[in-house]
Each structure stands twice: as structure tokens, then as C-alpha cells.
């Protein structure tokens, strides 16, 4: 049988723990245009300044994310049948050279772009949705659903201004951001100063944080979302600390009573049919994943955002 | 004092990290006709497609079983009261060749069977519970509660009909299990295609899928597992990644966003007064998980399973 | 800027991870009328029956609580504008000697209270509330909140009187403790015997199990706690085996199916305006905790009390 | 620039930790006439009798070898200027099925063999020599070096012949193994009885204990090599139990007392000008090994026995 | 085939890595006559002042122990049909008193020594010489060869008299040491005082300290072994952290730049014809031994101590 | 007693694992005419090229030096009795600016050398020695004795020109390195071009590779280091990545076949009387370091330093 796009290794044939490990199996191949999304690492991790390790964090989720099948459970989404789903590789950047890599990363994303291509990209710190929004969102703001611990609405930090903890005060400054299309959630954590996510409200961000979310519910959050967010351009970013760190405890910062993987599993299934130009899955760093737990999360979160693209793509 | 039944290790005189590991600290005692429930091992786990390690489980949960007490917290139960518990070592397998310890294990169980014996078995992985239903259950079908995120309902996997992910099938094609007395509980997880779970379905089985337990609730979950499965002659089977890999992270297919051990232990407390004719908790891969919970957690599970089993021996 | 008050070491010049890890960043000096809130270290883990390890605990609190900010996310509390909080180091044990160790554990917060020296411990294991109590209390008894899975009300474990399973028996009997005013919150897991937690009952206590958490809620068992403990002089004693051990793994003597630290951490804010006299978090082993987990968890609940015991003496 | 031979990922414009792992960051292609050397995992492990775990070595050590450069140290040999080295990825195996499986790999070998490429493999249990003999040496039988622990050379384990503790003699009694040419080193570890090892004695073999080895010293036992396995065909197999398990902890049955990973990187370099048909590292398992050392002796061992290989094709 | 002595479990029926773990898998069995050599967890750990954990080890050593088979590669020598050799459970002991518990390990080991037992111990810390030694060599003193980093021969620490840093001293003063047969073996690390290792020197040991091992070499050392301690009865004591931590992670205290697990196997097999009344394996600690080689290492090093004493007994 | 120099914090009253993390348990103290050898933390590690992490090696070889005592073993020093010794915290750096923090950590080291301290540093990555040598030997070159798998010779990595393959490059271009008195020892691993140490040879530096180093023996390549190296103004930096990673895998870029940490100890020790003028260990990765073995051997090597260093100044 002939397939009409691209598939992933058939488990049938190449057990899931066979060959090389690509982003929930897919093929690796250059971007081109026949690529509908592009699933890509960027091992870029030198914008954080606590612990260190997501550079590592591309190959270890190629790693977990062999585990994943074909079909959403819940969803009944095939992405694979929809349209073309690959492994592009990792986005060059420089491991010595911050603002060069931040540059590169931006025209990686760029090229994606001019392909048509909606990335689904594995981090790297949360320093790296400044890049790939230059690339994906200069023409227009878009809306933003970001699930994080911290708001990353820092003006500097460490007398610079693109690092981890900045990306959503750049993205507005820079037009990139419809504040008014931003929620934050799962804010939480002992902060540097009273107003470390004042400048959020301020801007015209909804901040749902944990103790909100916890006391409305999921779905009444869900609903918040929809009704902020709407289903226009919308780029979703997953900082894996946003989620609870006994669930995730491989990232820099952890910080305890966060969401849990259900939940932000059930929130992006939320988003069907919303316009999603490219996501990210941030902040995961294997050298303090002993059980490999915040891979496999990350994997199973990318082929989520994996099936709300093809779906909407599939639409078309 | 002399007690009347077998008792554990006393704690007062043999400290819990001490002398070699039981399961509960029971006897380790070869089979016979004094017995009534037998705490087995079945070191099975080359019925396995993705990541390997169940061999190793019944030596990880005695292991850890050391810290568990003698009396239940909340129902009371002392199973060490009401009738003989011990262990019996581990069912007979060979580990190069997988039809032949099948049959062994069947053997093995048939044995318990006979004696009158009610086994609770530590897999292994989830081929297991097709010898032991051939062997507990050959002469009238019984009713399920299986906890786990998969159905194991493939008719075959890798070309061949009997591995980790058919026994449910398995059991009604033979005749081992009234499918209308079946609860699936928990199953989740991306599928190989659309139609993974519909065997099931079409069977007659009950199915409790994750989403399903979340939106009714445990305590619905709870009414609906009874109603199905009543009182009669009934096989539990756990499978470990039932439970939410972040709980329970050794284990070969971890699947995110599942049962919590509390949510596992107030389910099987709900069992008390069903005729339980034996059980097993299958999928703790000790070489994955480096806190030793998991092996924890199926301790815990396994003492749940004994209380049960004997309280209702203790009625006779 | 000249402070009022000692500061933490500021992460703006030294990042979180440089220089010698102090609890929550706070200056190390030595005890003295200046000091209002002492984080101390107990490293003492003599007192234990099962597993061991807890006298690692404040190293490995001190390293962990490197990533603690300075104010409170939800209460607004900035302790170290509020008052004087330094670490004064480790109250002196003998390893070798449990008695003797019991007495300087005694005689050093006895020090402390002269001082007018609140302090926030981490321990060691469940033992060390005896010598703290006796430090603290000997003048009227105090109210407790104890959060534990079990309720350390034996009369003697191994033939000794002092050890991890006895101090709310000893401070009732030593008249160090109100029973009206305990709360003992969590208690699970299996029992050496029916009766292992109906002293407390006896004595007044009220407990609530985790059964009975469950049921009624968290909220509901906040509006209890406030009840039953008012405002007045009261001791906080969190034994981290009373969070669920998937969270917090580090532990000597796991028991599944616990408050998350999310509860944790609400129901520590609840105490707002209590007048908190001390306080210990306990039971952390960190040879059992490869990802860090329960230190991370023990040192964002050390903020917690910090900062509700600032925010009283802040009041005057 | 444009280079003769295929290369390995360049470190200067893709960092090492970047992009998807191959076997010493060598293109993955499909097997064809254009390459020399084929990087192969084999991802078998049901022929394992103690733990398990080696199915997971191929993918480990494609991890683990993104670290190695492109120039011998010591040797000065350049293998990506010598010929075509690429990762053919992995063999076909079939998890839950033995004996398919070894055919299945016969299989897959003797096309490479078909087309000229000389295999270094990853294991896959200490089986995988049978079908890869089977392969390469079926019209003549070749020379061996073993490193190993155990003779590897019974009649029969657990009932069965093909397992791996008898590819030894299989090779021999299927005319595979030139028994005049063959070199156990390493052998040592307690026995089933007292003539595990006898077999190869009988056969003809030279045989160099471990006793042996450390009493002649590694440079007489280079000299015993050469004169034993001349230069002709010659296979090489590298079980990682020959080296000490202090350094190579992964590993299904460790042996204290063994080779180090210098020693035998230096009895590697002395085949230089031996004619090495095909090779392999088995019986890693990484789920035994946190610190990945394991993985990176293997990948090392891997790249020594690439250049030895390009070295002599470069003769041509 | 009826055996004439107890066998241990057969690995052709029941694998190793199946049923209970007993050390060596040979029968749990009460003590009595019939026993030859009796296999003795010690499970003391609170004679320690630096880290803790050896009370798991006997578990931990257990389950290490069941990949040794029944013959020794290099002496040749087969227990099992020499003597009756057994698991004989643990000394009790008090995890909560120091003292009571050196007093029960005494009676344990005067048990077996009055049934004509010899004992292969598995500690426990090194305060556990001290006990065994008063049992067995109260009437006459012995020969020891102590392999070790430290000497052993304080006078006290932390106050008190018992603990494992003063067992050598208390046995030269008890009478029970011969100091004129006394090795010290592998002596090294930073000290206390100048002076730490002057006692046993005065006392008339014969030490050689790890520099002195170097640069006589291991043959010579076994000479002077030979040469001081000559075949009379003598006690064997391996603390582990003798050996280098690199080998053997898991204990208390580590030492860098020690012996081999090597040079430990081939010191104990120059010790065939001694007369060894008992021996004991001390200090390691499970919970510092994630891969764990370092029970590993001890379960060898038992079993060499078994063929030494069986082939003794065999003699007779 | 008063003493006339700092003093450690005495381990029989505070117990090793009691109380704050200094190096070596010297007192922590801000720099000061009155401080002879500074132990200094420099927590850089944005030098690197693969693998993160050394930012956290201060504060992990903090914790391990704890077990460090007082007076050498071989040598007899007691550091303490010889001059005042301290833990002088960490270089400031700015984990977002390499060039900003390259430049701090040289103000500091001449802030350090103005008041006549030697410091002993633990990096951090490989590249700190370039502003370590900037601040110490800014007036005139001194001999290097580098301990390193990499001979960090470049001229530039990923186009830049300070990281940690530089150093000794840069060293010599600046005037700081008499070439004529290095010596490189362990040199070894793959390569990226044949040329990778050529430039050292040139330089004039005396290179003993790790090939060269095992072939000529320890004491012979001591005896060169000697010739080479002298007993002028000298400074010694380790990369832990020297040793074998077998000993200490918690390194960036670990390489196979290294250095024992005993040889390095007596090649160290070998430098007594040497006027060593400053010091690092660097390159040591915590985050990769399970059992903690690699920072117990830094922590073992800066307590040699620190004698030999003491020993000197003694002299005066």
C-alpha cells in the first residue's frame, strides 16, 4: 500500500526501540516545500541562568517519543493521513554565541516559514520563542498560550535582555505578541520582586495562575482560553516547568504545585481548530531526568500539537 | 503465643531490613494443601514489544513489601488472622522460550488451584494472566477488573497470538472470561490505529476509558465497576501503567495522564465481598525506576489484594 | 542600598548556584539576640527503625533551597523586609549517641528561645520534635499541626521511648503539648496493629486521616485546622512522609497515596496569623531522592513557614 | 569543499549534542554498493538467560558516540578519508520471536556481505555472532578474537541451542570458526561446572584467562594474538563483559576483575593490518547504566574498529 | 541425583534471577550441626559518623549474590560438594541501641560458633568485627588480615568505645588479636591527626599502607601476607571502602586511590590452606550505589571466601 | 587551645555531615591580607562545546570535601598548622555573558594575588585558566603542569577564541606560559584533525600523551615533569576529564583509557617543593555524576594541592 504522506517507521516491522530515533518516528528529511509540519530540536540553552542542560533536550525526546503510535486516543486524529509530518533536524545554533544563535535560530524559523511549514519545536530554554516569533510572527501579532511557572516578562535579566526569562516582554515590544490574545498559566513560584508579573496585567495579558486555575477548574480555564485566545494565529508555547516538577523533574528551575501532564494534555486538546503557526516544548533537561519521565511528557505533549495542527490542516 | 495461621516476620525482633525478602514478609513455604493464598512471583517478560525488565519485579516488590505492616488502615483487615498467607516462590519459566513457559506457568497455577490456593501474582509482564485464567478459570468463565492503559485486545502483535497485549482476547476466544462481567479501566494512550480498543467494545466489555474516569468520577467509576461485575468469581489484573507513569515510572510502556496509586487503592478497597479468585499486578520493570516507587506501589496493591481475599475467606 | 534587615545573597551578582549553600540564601551566622526567624539544620537519624539517610537532610535542603526567591507568589509576604532570618547552622548531635544527642538538640533551641529565636528546622529524623518541644514548650503546651502518614503516638518502638514513633505520646505526656489544639493530618498506611493511632484519639487529638482528607476536602479541612488550632502558640511539624511519596520519594518510610505539595503548601498558608513559635520539616533522606525532588519540595515549604512567621512578627 | 567519501555531521556548524544520533554521526542511508563500512545496530536480546536490556544498546550508543571525532589518536588513521562509513541503521528483528529473528539477522548480514560492506554491529545479546557468522563465513571459516568473560561456548542453555552462550560453538560444529585461529581473552567469572571453558580447549582454541592475561601482560598477550589470528579473515566480537564491570556497569551479567577499556582499546589497535571482515560490540545494557560510561566505552571500542577496518581498505 | 551436601538453587530449573534471594541461593535455613559455613547478614549501621546505609546491605548482597554460579574459575573448587554451606537469615540486632545490639551479634555468632559454624558475614559497619571476634576468639587469639582503608584502631570517636573505627584496638585489648598476626592492607587517606595509624604499629601489626602496596606490588604483599599470618586460625575482615571507590561507590566513607576488586580476589585466593575461623564483608552501602557494583563485588568476594573455607573443611 | 592559624570546623563536635558545605570545612571568609591559600568557586561553564553543567561543581565539591581531615597520609602535612587556610566563595560571574564573566573572574583572581593569596579553584569549565593566568602571571610566564585528555590548544572553537579549548593558546600569545616549562600529561580521544596537539609541539611545550605516559611508566614520567616544570613559580590545572571516566564520569567530554585518580595523586605529590603559584580543577559536571565519585576525587586533589601549596609557604 501506497501511502499518500509521509509515514512513520511501522512499528510492525522496525520494533519502536529500533534505528536511529527521530521525532515521533517521522522521517528525517530537509525542509522543503511538500513539508506541512516540521518537528525540530533547538538545542539551545545558554539564555538560562540557574541549572544548565536542554541542549540536550532534542535528542532525548527523539528518544522518548519512539514510544508514541499513530492515532489520537481521545481525539481520533491519524496526523499521518492528513498531511506531511517530518523530523527536520535541529536548528543550528552556536553553543559559544547567544545573540548569534538567537539570530540563526530566527532564520531557520524563517525558512520554515517561507515553506509553509508549522514547526513543533523541542527547546532549548524558554529563551527560544523570541527567534522563532521574529520568524513566524513579523508581519502581525499573534496570540500566545503559554504554560509556564514563571511569566517571563522580565525587562533584563543579568543585564541582558534575551535570555529565559524575557521572551514575552520582547515578544510585545516587538509587536510580535497580540497582548490581547496572550493567557498565561500555571504562574506560581517565590519571586525576585512583588511585580515580577505585574508588567503582564499591565500589557493586557490574562494570567491565570496556579492558585486560579486550581480554584476556577480545567474547564473553566479551558473556557478562559477559548474566549481570550479565540481560534485566529495563535502560537503555543510550553515552558515543561509550568508543569509540576514530581511530574517533570528534569528542567533548570523547578518549581513544586504545578499542572499536571493531564492537564495540559486535556487543555491543548482544547484547541482544536484553533490556528496554531508553530509551538514550542521548553526548559526539558534530561541531565536531571533519571526515570526519563520529562521526555516521555514532552514526546506525548509534541504529538498533541502534532494532531491539532493536522487537523486543522486536514480542514483545508 | 501461638497463633493459629502462618504469620509474618515480627518487626519487634526481625527489623524490616532485615534477613531475606518475602513478599509481606510471609513464610517462604512450598505449596500445599494448608495454604490459602499464595503470593507468587512469575518472572515472564519476554512477551514484550518495546522495553524489557518485568523478569526482575518479584525481586524488587519483596523486596520492597519489607515495610509493609500487618493491618489494613482503613478496613481493618488482618489478613495474618483470618487464614494462611505465604510465599511460594516464583512460578516456573524458562526465560529463552515463551510458549514453553507459558505452559509452565499455567501448570503452576493449576497446582495452586488445585490446593485451593488463591494466588496473587507479581508479573512479569501482561502475557501472564493467559496461563493463570487457563488455569483458574477453565471451567466457567470469569468476570475482570483489569486496571491498565492498554486493552490488550490485539488479536496478534509481531505475528504472533500470545505477548503482553492479547490475553483479554485471549480469555474470551477460550472461554476463561465472561466479557459481560469485564471493567477496563484507564486505558489511554496514542494507538497503532483507530479501532485498538473496539474489539472490546464489541465483546461486551465494560470500558472505562481514562477521559471517562475523570469526567464521571472515582466514586461513579466505582458504582459502575460493581454493577457490571457483582460478586462472583472475579480476576484482578493490574497492569502498572495503568497508574501514571509519574507514580510509577518503571514500566515498559509508560503511558502519561493516568490512575494515581490513591485513585488504585480505594478502587480495590471497593472489592471488598466480591469472590476474588486471584490477581496479579504485571509491568514493574525494577531497571527503570530508581527510586524503587513503583516497586513500592505494587507492594502496597498487593497487601490491598491479600486484605481482600482474605476477608473473604475470613466469612467462611 | 542599606537594608534594615539581613538580606538573602543577592542572585542579581551571585547566581543561584555560585558560593556556599546557606538555607534560603540567608546569611550563616552565629545565634543572637538580632536574629528573629534561625533556620537550623537537625541532622540526626538515629531514631529510625527502617531506612536511614535523614542526617543528609540539611546539606541537601541548604543546596536545594538555592532557588528559593524572596517573596511569597500568592501571600505578598517579603520576610527579610519584615525581620531578621539567618541560617545558624546545625544544632550539635553525636551520631553515636542517641540520648546524648536528644539532650543538645534540647539544650541548643532551648538557647534559641532565649534568644527570642523562632526557628524553622530542618531535620533529622521524627524524633527531633521531642527535644525541640521540650525546648519551646515547657512553660504551657502548644497547639500542633502535624502532617505525617503515621501518627507517632507509640509508647515505645524497639524497646527505647525516644525514637521516630513516639514524640506526640512524649510531648502529651511531658505536658509540652494541648491535645485539643493537635491536628494530625494524613495518617495512612498499614498498621503494626489495630489500634497504632487510637492513642491520639484518646488524648484528644483530632485526626484527620487521608481517608477522610479526601472526603471532606482540602478547603474543609483547612476551616477544621483553624478550628481546632486557633491562633495561639502552636508548633508545626511537617514529616515529608506525609506528602505522597511520588512527589517527595526521599524518605525513609514510604506510604503511598499522600497530600501533594501543593496541599502542602495551601494548607501551610492557612496558618496565616498563627502564632507559629517553631516549626520542622523532617524525614527527608536525600540517599533516596536521585532527582531532588524532596529537597526542592522541603525547602519551598521551609519559605512557607519563613514567611508566615515573618508576617506575625512583622504585626508587632 | 567537496569530499571524496561520505562524512560524519560536521562539529563546527552542527554542535555534537545536535540533531539526530548515528553511529559516529554518520549519514544514515539505505545499504547500496557505494559503502565500505556499515554501522549497524542489532537490536536483539531474547536470547539473554540473567538480566536484560541489550535491545537498547544500539540507540545508546548512537547517543553515546555523537562525541567522537574523526581522527585516530594514536593510529593517525582518518576512516572518512579512506572510504564510504555510514549507519545502515538496524537490523530487522522480531521481539517475541528467537529463532525468526536470528534468521531475520542472517538475513540482513550476508546483503551486506553481498554487497561488499564490512559490518560493525551493536548489539543485541551475545547471540547475534551465530546468524552474523552465518553471514559472512559460510563458504570459508575465519579467525576470531573474543573478548569476554565467558567461553560462550555450552551445548545448550535453558533447553535451547541458540543463545548467548553458544554462538562459540555453533561457529565451530557449522564450519564457520577456524578453531586454530581463534583467541578467548578475558575468560574468568564463577561457573555452572568445572568445564564451562573446556569445550574450547578440546577444540583447539587459545585460550588467555584472565589469570593468564594479567600474569603474561597485555604486550605478550598482543604478541600470543598475532601469532594465533595471523592476518587473514578474521571476526572480531567484543562482549562487554570482557572489560571490568566497574567501567562497563551495563551489562545483562558483570564479572568483577576484567579487562579495562585501555587495554582493550590497545589490543584492538594491535589488529591493524589484520583483515577484519565484520565486527561486533554486544551485550550492552543500558538500562544498568546511569552514567552512560557503558555507551561511551562502546562507542569508542566502535570507532577503533572503524579505523582498523578503513585502514585496510585504504590499502587497496 | 541425590547430593550429599546442600545444594544452591538450580539455575537450570529456577533462573537467577527467579524466587526468594538467599546469599549464594543457597537454603535459608535455621542454624544447626549439620551447617558448615553459615551465610550471615549483620545489618548494623549506627556505629557510623560519617554516612549510613550498610543496614541494606545484606539485602542488596542477596540479590547481587544470585548471578555467582557454584565453581570457581581459578581454584577450582566446588563448595557445595565439600560442605553443607547456608543462608542463615541475620543477626538480630536493635536498630535503636548501639550497645544491646553488639551484645545480640555476640550471642548470634557464639550460636554458631558453639555448632561448629564457620561464618561468612556480610555487615553492617565495621563495628561488627568487634562482636563476631568476642565470639570467636574469646578462648585464643587470632590472626586477621583487615583489608581497609582505615586502621581501625582508635580509641574512641565521638566519646564512646564501640563503633567502627576501633574494632582492631578493642580486640588487641580483649585478647582476642594476635598482634604479631596482624595485615593491615591498603591504609590511605587524609587523617584525623598524624598519628591515626600509629597504634597498630605500636602494637605490632604489620601495615601496609597503599603507597606501600604500589610499590612492593601485589605478589610481594601476598608473600608478606603469607609470611605474617601464616595458616593458624585467622579471621578475614574486607571493609569495602579498602577497595577504590571507583570499583565500589556505595560506602560511608570513600577513600580514593585503593585496591582493585581484582587485587582483592587475588589476595583472598592466596589465603587457600588458612585456617579461617570466620570472616566478614563490611561497609557497603546500597544507597550510594546506583549501578550496584559495589554489592556486586561484595557477593564475589563472599564467594571467594566460601571456597576458601569449604576447601579447608574439605580437607579434613 | 587556641590556634594560630583557621582552623577547619572539627569534626568531633561538628560532624562531617553537619552544618554549612565549605571546601574543606575551611572557614568562610571574605578575602584578607591574613589569608594564605584561597579556596575559591568558579562556577563558569558557558566555555563549553558538548555537554553542560560544571557551573554546579563549587557547590557539589563543597559538599563532598567535607570527608577531607586534616594532615596528609603520605606526606605528613597538615595544611592547618602551617598558614591560615579559607573558602573564599565564588568568582563573580554573569551566567549570560561569557566575555563579561571571563573579565570577573580575572579582577577577582588579582584582587586575590595583590593580598598574596594562592588560590585552589574548582572550576567551571576549561576555560577559566585563561583569567586565572591573566591575574597570576600577568608580569612573567610561569610553568604549567596541565592534566587534560585535550591539549586546549586551538585557536578557536564554534569563531571564537576564548572557551575551553583555548587556554593554553591563549597563555602563550599572552606572555603568561613559558612554554619551555609546560608539560601536557594524559593527552588522548579522537580528534578533529590530525594537527589537534601539533601546535603545542611547536610551542615547545613537552606533551606526554596518555600512550606515551603508560609506555614509559609513572615514576619516569615524573621525573620528566620534573625536569621540565622545575621548582619556579608554576601553575597546575587539572581537567577532570585527565583522569579515565570510568573514575570520574561527571565530566562534559568524558574519554576513555585517562589517568587513575592515584596516579594523579602522586603525580601531584610528586610537587612538593615546587613554588605553585595558583591552581584549578576544572571540568567536573555533577549533573553527570551519580555516586558523586568524580567531586570526592576533585575534592581528594584539592586537599594535595592545598599541602603542597602550605608546605611551601611553611617553609618561609
Given at each position: ?7 512513520p517507521?511501522d512499528?510492525?516491522?522496525i ?15 530537509e525542509?522543503?516545500d ?31 517519543s ?14 499521518y493521513?492528513?498531511?506531511n ?5 535541529d536548528?543550528?545554533i ?8 538567537i ?38 501579532p499573534?496570540?500566545i ?8 516578562t ?5 543585564g541582558?535582555k ?17 497582548p ?15 511585580d515580577?508579573i ?21 474547564a473553566?480555564?479551558?473556557?478562559r482560553?477559548?474566549e ?34 493531564r ?22 533537561a ?7 519521565i ?11 500539537l502534532?494532531c ?7 480542514e483545508?
Amino acid at each position: 500500500m501506497t501511502e499518500k504522506f509521509l509515514q512513520p517507521a511501522d512499528a510492525t516491522t522496525i520494533p519502536r526501540f529500533a534505528d536511529i530515533a527521530t521525532f515521533l518516528r517521522t522521517p528525517r528529511v530537509e525542509m522543503s516545500d511538500a513539508i506541512d509540519i516540521g518537528l525540530v530540536g533547538v538545542p539551545f540553552d545558554i539564555g538560562l541562568n540557574y541549572r544548565s542542560g536542554p541542549r540536550e533536550a532534542p535528542g532525548a525526546v527523539r528518544h522518548a517519543s519512539r514510544l508514541i503510535r499513530r492515532v489520537h486516543p481521545t481525539l481520533g486524529i491519524e496526523p499521518y493521513a492528513l498531511c506531511n509530518v517530518a523530523d527536520l533536524g535541529d536548528a543550528p545554533i552556536n553553543p559559544l554565541d547567544k545573540d548569534l544563535s538567537i539570530a540563526q535560530i530566527e532564520t531557520f524559523f524563517a525558512a520554515l516559514r517561507q515553506r509553509d511549514i508549522r514547526p513543533v519545536a523541542i527547546g532549548g530554554d524558554h529563551t527560544i520563542p523570541t527567534p522563532i516569533l521574529r520568524a513566524l510572527a513579523n508581519d502581525s501579532p499573534v496570540g500566545i498560550l503559554q504554560i509556564d511557572s514563571h511569566a517571563d516578562t522580565l525587562d533584563e535579566m543579568c543585564g541582558t535582555k534575551a535570555n529565559h526569562a524575557t521572551f514575552m516582554r520582547r515578544g510585545v515590544e516587538e509587536g510580535l505578541i497580540d497582548p490581547g490574545r496572550v493567557v498565561q498559566l500555571g504562574l506560581r513560584g517565590s519571586r525576585f520582586s512583588a511585580d515580577d508579573i505585574a508588567w503582564g496585567y499591565e500589557a493586557g495579558f490574562t494570567i491565570i495562575t496556579f492558585d486560579e486555575f486550581e480554584e476556577m477548574g480545567r474547564a473553566a480555564a479551558i473556557r478562559r482560553i477559548a474566549e481570550v485566545i479565540g481560534t485566529d494565529r495563535t502560537y503555543v508555547t510550553v515552558d515543561i516547568d509550568g508543569l509540576d516538577p514530581s511530574f517533570c523533574p528534569g528542567t533548570p528551575v523547578p518549581e513544586i504545585g504545578g499542572l499536571t501532564p493531564r492537564d495540559t494534555q486535556v487543555i491543548l486538546r482544547s484547541l482544536r481548530g484553533v490556528d496554531i503557526i508553530g509551538a514550542d516544548i521548553s526548559e526539558v533537561a534530561p541531565c536531571y531526568d533519571p526515570t526519563g519521565i520529562t521526555s516521555v511528557t514532552a514526546a506525548n505533549l509534541m504529538f498533541e500539537l502534532v494532531c491539532l495542527i493536522a487537523d486543522k490542516i486536514g480542514e483545508r
